[in-house]
């Protein structure tokens, strides 16, 4: 059986990542850009490649975002705006926190069908929820994601927990 690599520094890493996602849901985003305000993971890349394949880490940090929309419902004034964690699957570099003015545009966000970028609709399997302990009022989409250019291609899942 092959032994996994030692991640340095995770108990830092993911303290600091509470402590970056805790900023960043502080206050309700007031300035929305074509509908929806966004915050990237706050982590770095190397970090995040080197636990992808740690599934008890990469549950650690799923776990802080989604702690942080909570904070962001618990936050919001108006029934409309819609929290969303974006997770992107395996390496959660893409991943990020998302707040939408109204369900019709994050129906439009979710709808992904062009040449280089294609969404594709999943079953949301019980094993996912499983993973992770989500709170009751949490809506799950996942998606297959393409991604097609002339010298890139990847391929992997969306998962969207909407609140």
Known sequence: MKRR????GVRRRLKRLRMDVDEQTYS???TFHDGYWHN?????QPFLLSIKKNSRIQHAVIEAMVEGSSRLVRLREEERFRVVVLIDLPSLWQSELLVFESD???KAFM???TSEQ???RLPVGSVCLQRFMLPANVEVYCFHELIQDEDYTHSGEVWLLVQ
Request: net charge positive.
């Open 5 to 8: 690599a030692k991640v340095r």
């Open 28 to 30: 309700f985003p007031t």
């Open 40 to 44: 990237k993971i706050p982590i770095d």
């Open 104 to 106: 019709a545009r994050l």
């Open 111 to 113: 709808e992904r069908d």
């Open 118 to 120: 294609t969404w594709t």
